[in-house]
Nanobody, 117 residues
């Protein structure tokens, strides 16, 4: 099994920045995809960004130019640098892990990001 531990959420003012971290426990011999999803109250869980173990990244249009996703292969960790935050970014952010070619998703516990003045 893969266990995910998230950290880095909190309260930030509009225009501010936060950095989320997610660490996956275990040793992996196969390729994988890690990413971040977010869910605001009353809304669906949306994909924010993904990064593969090979370093390929994808970002949702709503965060392009503001967010950056990166990974540390040695640490099996993924990071989400969030800049120029706005109230619309307020949500619970969930870390996701999936082995490449597999259908099973692993989820972190979620971390709250609140953007408010």
């Amino acid at each position: 099994q893969v266990q995910l531990v998230e950290s880095g959420g909190g309260l930030v003012q509009p225009g501010g920045s936060l950095r989320l971290s997610c660490s996956a426990s275990g040793r992996f011999f196969d390729s994988y995809v890690m990413g971040w999803y977010r869910q605001a109250p009353g809304k669906q869980r949306d994909l924010v960004a993904t990064v593969t173990s090979g370093g390929s990244t994808n970002l949702a249009d709503s965060v392009k130019g503001r967010f950056t996703i990166s990974r540390d292969i040695v640490k099996n960790a993924v990071y989400l640098q969030m800049n120029t935050l706005s109230p619309e970014d307020t949500a619970v952010y969930y870390c996701n892990f999936r082995f490449f070619g597999d259908t099973r998703d692993y989820w972190g516990q979620g971390t709250q990001v609140t953007v408010s003045s």
